[in-house]
């Protein structure tokens, strides 16, 4: 794999403890996303945040995201990341994204913030549940994406697949643009709401997202433990009268199996202790629940150094 480059502060900070369990670098590598998405902000701010509580230097990258990161992480080359919580399943297990390739060098360390599943529709055109997209055309996001197999198993919950639309692998921003010009009749999205597409397309069309509750949900959570039920605010798009539920991945953050129970036992502290200043530094903070953070995690275990803090609060058994 070729080397990502390393993209963010160093910070430099007097180290008190040893990362490894059996010696080594005295430096945690933290890969997140792209500098234009969610991850690589967010992931800075603890960073500098995290690693000046602790005293450790924490190096920031920008990456490819979810599946480069585990990937990253399983090549020894960081020791952090921020992941998709059903990406990181699909690794666990080697299903879906790394069918094949099962990936188990790492462990969970905290559920973040909510990405839910929201599939949009345009208002009058019929479309008022997942189940009125049959012969639609609907935009699953890009080919081979986490959304496009959210999107594949949320309309199995619903009785329908791929055989019953005609399928289109647009991102996000295209998606919204080619509903906007009737060239498709929905789309997938599954992002932090509001998210900025959706909320660009309902400044000029009325937009319809669509729920996913009751035996579907509970369908989806029990075939696929990472999603948990989500309810999107009324008033969080223009026009959005009431509030509705949906189910939701989370971006979760995840350690390297190498890493001591002892530093990680202090990196969760940490940032729990530190909620407030996260949530000043970045919107996501806000975000941050323990009892949330707990849930969602699929078949990936906590980092024993993770679980020691939650067992030690009342958040895990």
């Known amino acids: ?16 403890m040893s990362v490894f369990a059996r010696g080594g670098t005295d430096q945690l590598r933290f890969a997140t996303g792209g500098t234009a998405g969610t991850y690589y902000p967010f992931g800075t701010a603890i ?43 699909y690794a666990w297990r080697g ?6 390739e099962r990936i188990q060098t790492f462990n969970a360390v905290a559920g973040l913030y ?11 055109s019929g479309i008022n549940s997942i189940a009125d997209l049959r012969g639609r055309s609907v935009s699953v996001g890009d080919a081979g994406s986490g959304t496009e197999f959210n999107t594949r198993q949320v309309l199995a919950a619903f009785g329908l697949s791929f055989n ?35 909320i660009d397309l309902a400044t000029n069309r009325d937009v319809v997202i669509l729920p996913i509750s009751g035996s579907q949900s509970a369908q989806l959570m029990r075939e696929f433990p990472f999603y948990t039920e989500y309810v999107i605010p009324a008033g969080t798009y223009r026009g959005q009268a009431s509030a509705l539920t949906t189910v939701t991945i989370k971006a979760t953050l995840i350690a390297s199996t190498r890493i001591s129970e002892d530093v990680m036992y202090q990196f969760t502290k940490s940032l729990f202790d530190n909620q407030r200043q996260l949530a000043a530094a ?11 953070a707990v849930q969602g995690m699929g078949s990936v275990p906590f980092h024993p150094g993770a679980a020691r803090y939650y067992r030690e609060v009342g958040a895990l058994r």
Do not use: W, Y
């Open 114 to 124: 909510s990405e839910p599943v929201q599939g949009v529709a345009i208002g009058g």
């Open 47 to 89: 960073g500098q945040i995290v690693g000046e509580d602790i005293k450790m230097s924490i190096v920031v990258q920008s990456t490819g995201a979810s599946r480069a990161n585990i990937q990253l992480m399983d090549a020894g080359e960081v020791e952090l990341a921020l992941v998709q919580n059903d990406v990181m399943d």
């Open 164 to 198: 019953d639309i005609n399928v289109q692998n647009l991102g996000f921003g295209a998606s919204a643009d080619a509903l906007r010009d009737g060239r498709i009749d929905a789309f997938f999205c599954v992002a932090g709401a509001p998210t900025p597409a959706i």
């Open 1 to 16: 794999m070729k080397k990502v480059g390393l993209i963010g502060a160093v910070l430099l900070l007097s180290l008190g």
């Open 282 to 292: 970045h919107a996501r903070g806000a975000n941050l629940v323990l009892a949330d």
């Open 95 to 100: 299903v879906d994204l790394f069918d094949g």
